[in-house]
């Protein structure tokens, strides 16, 4: 973390040069993002840039060759590259400042994805292609660096930057995951048991097939409700029309997850822990499906369905993964105790972002 690397209460901007905020600030703040020198996340100190006149509107011969140097260049390994220009903290951040660090990260030998403008006091992440300098896509004061670390993270860190190349969007904001950005879009997926128990006697032929029974999924989302929660929604798709037609009827096509945790796990050695919550209700005579053939049936009494499902999971690369566990609990009018049915798995999600 970036509290690691300074001590804030240690920085007085008042006596800061523009090599002190280099050295005091920027330097440390690179290397907890995961820079440095000479590795697959590399840092460029001052490297020279020449400009074309064509480049700059400039033709003549005889006009003198324009040069610059960007005081950073980070390089993602082959993924690509963004640009940090220091100013000292007695001078606000200007458009000359800008459109100085946007040619930088425009140069053909450098044509960086993203430039930071910093003089200690503000830094300010811009696109290279922004359109002015009131175009930022994330901007932070010094004293908000230790509680938005996650945001930086997500958007500068080596795993971040590579993650939301070429950065079509970004909304800043608390990340659902570390390094992830605010919202993951969730792809295809498969949630594929391996275990199913009941309480009921003679119910064999029937948890087989539930036993064998791949529950798909089309698509979803992870992002925070209006509350900060954490919630992930999945709808579920049946290969059978008629199958998908009745869950769609029953509201039982999709469910939505919440969590208690503030952050999705990016580790398996301590996932996260999300729970959803279905239920429906079947009247007398209405169809629904043999748990051994998935052929429609009509029913002679009427049932309420129950279903909890928890899942311990955690983002890796493009991926959810984890276990989950389905609790089902099927009340009907004719027998007094609850038929039981408990479903175990494995998870995993595509992550489209």
Same mark, same amino acid.
């Given at each position: ?15 800061? !040069?523009?090599?002190?905020?280099? =050295? ?13 020198? =000479?590795?697959? !996340?590399?840092?460029?100190?001052? +490297? ?8 700059? +509107? ?18 993602? @390994? ?41 003089? +200690? ?12 300098? @009131? ?45 992830? =950005?605010?919202?993951?879009?969730? +792809? ?6 391996? #275990? ?5 006697? %003679? ?11 791949? !529950? ?45 945790? #503030? ?21 007398? %005579? ?32 493009? #991926? ?10 099927? #009340? ?12 175990? =798995? ?8």
């Amino acid at each position: 973390m970036i509290t690691d690397a300074f001590n804030p209460r240690q920085l007085n901007f008042d006596l800061f !040069n523009e090599s002190d905020v280099r =050295g005091e600030l920027l330097d440390p703040m690179l290397r907890a993002l995961g820079y440095q020198a =000479g590795t697959e !996340n590399n840092i460029l100190r001052e +490297g020279l840039l020449r400009y074309r006149f064509l480049f700059l +509107g400039r033709k003549k011969p005889t006009d003198h060759p324009i040069t610059g140097k960007p005081d950073y260049v980070m390089e993602c @390994a082959a993924h690509g590259r963004w640009v940090l220009e220091a100013k000292p903290p007695s001078q606000i951040l200007s458009v000359d400042d800008f459109e100085q660090a946007q040619s930088y990260a425009l140069h053909p030998n450098v044509a960086a994805a993203l430039f930071v403008l910093s003089n +200690g006091r503000e830094t300010r992440i811009y696109r290279s292609i922004a359109r002015d300098i @009131a175009d930022v896509i994330l901007t932070f004061r010094f004293e908000e660096i230790a509680n938005r670390w996650l945001e930086i993270e997500a958007l500068l860190s080596p795993t971040g930057f590579r993650r939301h190349l070429p950065l079509p969007t970004w909304t800043p904001g608390l990340p659902v995951a570390r390094t992830y =950005g605010t919202t993951l879009r969730l +792809g295809a997926g498969e949630a594929i048991p391996h #275990q199913v128990e009941t309480n009921a006697p %003679g119910m064999e032929q029937h948890l087989s097939a539930i036993a064998n029974l791949t !529950n798909h999924i089309s698509r979803g989302w992870c992002r925070r409700g209006s509350d900060g929660r954490l919630q992930m929604e999945c709808e579920f798709r049946s290969s059978n029309a008629r199958i998908q037609e009745w869950l769609n009827s029953k509201g039982l096509s999709s469910i939505i997850f919440e969590t208690d945790d #503030q952050f999705i796990s990016t580790t398996p050695d301590a996932p996260t822990l999300i729970t959803g919550v279905m239920k429906t209700t079947v009247v007398e %005579g209405e169809e629904i499906f043999d748990l051994s053939t998935w052929t429609p049936m009509r029913i002679p009494f009427g049932m309420t369905i129950d279903a909890r499902v928890s899942a311990t999971i955690y983002a890796h690369n493009s #991926q959810i993964i984890g276990d989950y566990s389905l609790m089902m609990s099927t #009340q009907t009018s004719i027998i007094p105790i609850p038929l039981m049915i408990e479903q175990v =798995g494995v998870i995993k999600i595509e992550i489209i972002q």
